[in-house]
């Protein structure tokens, strides 16, 4: 399974996004999804996830209330609605899956499958 994440770009400040991230087969092979975001001089750190059903969902704190990930098990994709943009939510931001039943949460070794990223720029 490969995993490709599109949607970046640059926008201002107050901004939205919608991120996605495709995979290449059928997601009955998958089963957590989540995105994980790396800026300039800083460690990736974990943004979102969400489980092969929706039910078990978890945000970092700084985008909870502005940021929504969401999951078409049907077409194959996940996505990261991204609201109120600010500076510091710019990095490039990665597409994670497990292959492993359970759920992954928020730690990056839970996670095996790893898409390529795709940059989000903010301005102030």
């Known amino acids: 399974v490969q995993l490709q994440a599109s949607g970046g770009g640059l926008v201002q400040a107050g901004g939205s996004l919608r991120l996605s991230c495709a995979a290449s087969?059928?997601?009955?092979?998958?089963?957590?999804m989540g995105w994980f975001r790396q800026a300039p001089g800083k460690e990736r750190e974990f943004v979102a996830a969400i489980s092969r059903g929706g039910g078990s969902i978890d945000y970092t704190n700084s985008v909870k209330g502005r940021f929504t990930i969401a999951r078409d098990n049907a077409e194959n994709t996940m996505y990261l609605q991204m609201n109120s943009l600010r500076p510091d939510d710019a990095a490039v931001y990665y597409c994670?899956?497990?292959?492993?039943?359970?759920?992954?949460?928020?730690?990056?070794?839970?996670?095996?499958?790893w898409g390529q990223g795709t940059l989000v720029t903010v301005s102030s």
């Open positions: 994670a899956a497990r292959s492993a039943k359970g759920y992954g949460g928020t730690s990056q070794t839970s996670y095996d499958l």
């Open positions: 087969r059928r997601t009955f092979s998958i089963y957590t």
